[in-house]
């Protein structure tokens, strides 16, 4: 049975730091991509940062490009996601994701390319 569970959301200043986790259960990490997606209130769901687990290719979108990180730990079939210098448009609920719709050269961003997901975790950035 497969499962994320996401986590690490909390209520932060902007300019610090924030690291979000999600432990993977019930597959290993092989050519799946992993990915990170947010929804603010009021706003579509939006990726903000993929992992091809094969080779470790990321895609971030331009919005938190230099600031996000996202990172595999192989032996704990764990995806991390690092946030720097976070703003208040940062805000949203966090979720991980699995896709097997992907390959080399090709790091989907839809969210209907995505078979699971976490529950999400809240991330609330203040001025």
């Known amino acids: 049975q497969v499962q994320l569970m996401d986590s690490g959301g909390n209520s932060v200043q902007a300019g610090e730091s924030l690291r979000l986790s999600c432990a993977a259960s019930g597959f290993s990490f092989g050519t799946y991509c992993m990915g990170w997606f947010r929804q603010a209130p009021g706003k579509e769901r939006q990726a903000v940062a993929t992992i091809y687990t094969a080779d470790g290719t990321t895609y971030y979108p331009d919005s938190v490009k230099g600031r996000f990180t996202i990172s595999q730990d192989n032996a704990n079939n764990a995806v991390y996601l690092q946030m720097n210098n976070v703003q208040p448009e940062d805000t949203a609920v966090y979720y991980c994701?699995?896709?097997?719709?992907?390959?080399?050269?090709?790091?989907?961003?839809?969210?209907?390319?995505?078979?699971?997901w976490g529950r999400g975790t809240q991330v609330t950035v203040s001025s």
């Open positions: 994701a699995r896709s097997a719709n992907c390959w080399v050269g090709y790091l989907p961003e839809d969210d209907d390319e995505y078979d699971y």
